[in-house]
């Protein structure tokens, strides 16, 4: 009797190893970016953004829990650069080329101007914004030509700088209110931030800044963890495609697969 008693606890105590084995290895994933909806949205809301149910999907099949937090966009880059943070959410390649980046891309961007749908102003060069009021995020990477005419007018009524949680409504009623001319902003980002204000109708785009663009959810170069995570993120996407459950997550965010989308590195 006493030999099948032991012999039973010993069975049961395996699953008890092994669930204490596996959250030894378990890690606190740290996603961080600033607001941009449906990439990423307000950490813990119902809609926190697809990128963000990806990386959860990722990260929690593997045992791991995943944290998200905001904070402006030069911010949360530094922080990912130094291993202070883990993953940067929603970046393209030339913002931060130092970061390890899975191989599979999680989206696909593109950065386009708007103007008041009344207005019929077009972007073509740099030299077109002359006669323009620009809003534009602080922090964000531009085009090169751009960025510089950012630098030098930025102390000018020609542009006006907005930070915060919510610089793109900030932005977008600041444009239909004729307090500015112009916005630069990504297409998918933009359309989110109308139907969410009731501006649709209000606003028209005026021309694109740069290609389509992959997006990526990157990770820490200084960080031993991140080839696993970036691993983890690539594989996820691919499995999620496949079982048709991506193409689920981002119709609930307004969205499409971007498989079939042209895209480069930028």
């Known amino acids: 009797m006493i030999a099948l008693l032991n012999k039973f606890l010993l069975l049961c ?5 092994l669930l204490a084995i596996k959250t ?3 890690d606190e994933v740290t996603l961080v970016a ?3 909806y449906p990439y ?5 809301s119902p809609m926190p953004g697809y990128m963000i149910e990806l990386a959860e999907y990722a990260m929690v099949r593997a045992g791991h829990t995943v944290k998200y937090q905001l904070m402006s966009w030069d911010k949360a880059i530094e922080q990912v650069s130094k291993g202070e943070k883990n993953c940067l959410v929603a ?4 913002d931060a080329d130092n970061l390890l980046f899975p191989a599979e891309h999680q989206g696909v961007d593109r950065l386009a101007f708007y103007r008041r749908a009344d207005s019929q102003w077009q972007f073509t060069d740099v030299s077109s914004l002359a006669k ?3 809003g534009v995020i602080d922090g964000y990477d531009y085009r090169d030509d751009i960025g510089q005419y950012i630098q030098q007018y930025q102390d000018t009524d020609r542009v006006l700088l907005r930070r915060g949680k919510f610089s793109l409504e900030y932005n977008l009623r600041a444009l239909v209110n004729a307090e500015i001319d112009i916005i630069i902003e990504s297409v998918p980002v933009v359309t989110a931030a109308l139907q969410k204000l009731k501006l649709q109708g209000q606003v028209a785009p005026a021309g694109f800044l740069n290609h389509a663009s992959k997006s990526y959810i990157a990770c820490s170069p200084v960080l031993a963890s991140s080839a696993e995570y970036v691993a983890l993120i ?4 691919q499995q999620l495609r496949a079982s048709g459950e991506l193409q689920v997550l981002l119709r609930k965010y307004g969205l499409e ?6 895209a480069v590195d930028e």
């Open 13 to 17: 105590s395996v699953p008890m190893v």
């Open 24 to 26: 030894a290895y378990a």
């Open 34 to 36: 600033d607001r941009y």
């Open 40 to 44: 990423n949205g307000i950490p813990n």
């Open 91 to 94: 970046t393209y390649k030339n």
């Open 132 to 134: 323009q009021r620009l």
């Open 234 to 237: 690539s594989d996820a996407t």
């Open 257 to 262: 697969d971007w498989v079939n989308i042209t």
